[in-house]
């Protein structure tokens, strides 16, 4: 590297440097090891913005008084827990309660229990929403340069893809529960969406993966490549559901086109990293166990990509006056739809024996960090979580498929729907439970423990 190009780099700070950045592989369900990258620079960002280090490095007055510098106050933990320990992945919590909240409500079999259920998933999505926005505002506020790592470094960057696709199922929710009574709301809300997908799908996947920032092998390459891929494809779907409720012909037709060019980016793409997925899991075979549930996220996009195009068929279908030129738009569009839920039944069960592969009694060797002792289950962690709006996608494309060509239902994807639907339910509540239970964790040692060091290293 040139002087001149150390100093650019010295200007920003350590944590830009690409060889500090650069982390091997890190995916949404492996420990986040990258948050030591990112915080590199805390450091140095305290001492330029004068800030005090709250009793977490040790210094001369430590020595002195070690029993205050291992307590915290409120005001530190939250500190610390929610700005300084920030990390992008806190994004999948809104994600995995919004799909499940939308299928809660537009579940194929009504009832209005489920439909309460789905409006309160909605709430809690709004909360989760509201929380991490704010969460990464104040972690850009007082360390501004890791909005610089939250471009090109795919450790975190990625992660604004899982971002994307939460707003999309924040727009689903708004527009089931209003029943489509503020289209011209709704229609704002889906341009921003459209917004920050084509900003994941281009810009963040260019530098992630294409420029010079980062080097890949095709080891380390697992299919969290998937995440920036999808975010056009999964925002095309509020497009289709907005567009019979706007209010003007050339509303729809905008909306409609959009929506069906987003659909083509992402399958283009796709086409490309979908290669790469498999070359990459014959010959180095399944992931290690921290990351078998990333084998999840390809199902996400062809469920997604499914639901979108069976969408566009059925509106074509209810747009075009002409019976003839209608068909011919609804036909080609159901065909495509059979054919990429197919790949996400092929895509279900390789994730699922995947995992059973990695856990009693098909697992020989267990990975003890993973698994439980007792019973050789994967222990719960922040993977789980990878596998709620893979799972919710094949609901949506099985419901929205049973419901037929031209009238005529298929009964078989409607049970299908609710079988994968009622399995997402008990995976979002797990996780929900997981996730209180290290929330609790974490404050009882940081208050309740004795002599505990705030640091605390664990799997969430």
């Known amino acids: 590297m040139s002087p001149t190009e150390q100093d650019n780099y010295s200007d920003v700070g350590p944590e830009l440097d690409v060889s500090l950045t650069h982390t091997n592989t890190t995916t949404s369900s492996s420990k986040i090891t990258s948050d030591q990258t990112a915080m590199s620079g805390v450091e140095n960002d305290k001492q330029l913005n004068g800030e005090e280090d709250f009793g977490l490095t040790p210094d001369v007055k430590d020595e002195e008084q070690p029993y205050k510098s291992t307590r915290l106050t409120i005001r530190q933990f939250l500190k610390k827990e929610l700005i300084d320990d920030f990390h992008p992945c806190y994004f999948v919590s809104f994600l995995g309660c919004g799909i499940t909240g939308n299928i809660f409500y537009g579940f194929p079999y009504k009832a209005r229990w489920l439909e309460v259920c789905g409006i309160i998933f909605f709430c809690i999505t709004v909360f989760f929403f509201i929380v991490t926005s704010v969460m990464c505002v104040l972690s850009c506020w007082f360390y501004p340069r890791r909005m610089a790592l939250y471009i090109h470094d795919y450790s975190h ?29 709704l229609w704002v809300l889906w341009w921003i969406g459209v917004v920050l997908a084509v900003m994941n799908t281009a810009v963040i996947f260019f530098f992630s993966f294409l420029s010079k920032f980062s080097a890949h ?40 086109v959009t929506a069906l060019m987003l659909f083509f980016i992402s399958i283009m793409l796709f086409h490309g990293v979908g290669a790469i997925f498999m070359v990459r899991l014959i010959l180095c075979k399944i992931p290690s166990t921290s990351q078998i549930f990333t084998q999840f996220l390809p199902i996400g996009f062809v469920g997604q990509s499914s639901y979108s195009i069976m969408l566009f068929g059925n509106n074509m279908y209810d747009f075009i006056p002409d019976d003839a030129l209608a068909k011919a738009f609804l036909v080609p569009s159901a065909l495509g739809a059979y054919l990429l839920l197919a790949g996400g039944y092929i895509y279900l069960f390789i994730a699922i024996a995947s995992c059973m592969s990695k856990s009693s009694p098909f697992a020989k060797n267990h990975d003890p960090d993973w698994t439980t002792k007792r019973f050789g289950l994967i222990k719960w962690n922040k993977g789980w979580w990878t596998m709620t709006f893979p799972v919710g996608t094949m609901s949506l494309a099985n419901n929205e498929i049973s419901k037929g060509v031209a009238g005529y239902n298929f009964l078989f994807f409607k049970v299908m729907s609710a079988i994968i639907g009622a399995s997402l339910f008990i995976i979002c509540i797990i996780n929900l439970i997981g996730l209180s239970y290290c929330i609790w964790e974490r404050f009882y040692k940081a208050f309740f423990i004795k002599d505990h060091i705030d640091k605390v290293n664990q799997k969430v």
């Open 217 to 256: 092998r095709i080891a380390d390459i697992n299919a969290s490549i998937f995440m920036p891929v999808v975010c056009c494809c999964v925002v095309s779907s509020p497009g289709h559901l907005i567009a019979p409720e706007l209010e003007t012909r050339n509303q729809k037709i905008i909306t409609e």
């Open 157 to 185: 960057s990625l992660y604004f893809a899982v971002y994307s696709m939460g707003f999309s199922t924040i727009i689903n929710g708004v527009n089931l529960l209003t029943q489509g009574r503020y289209p011209i709301f």
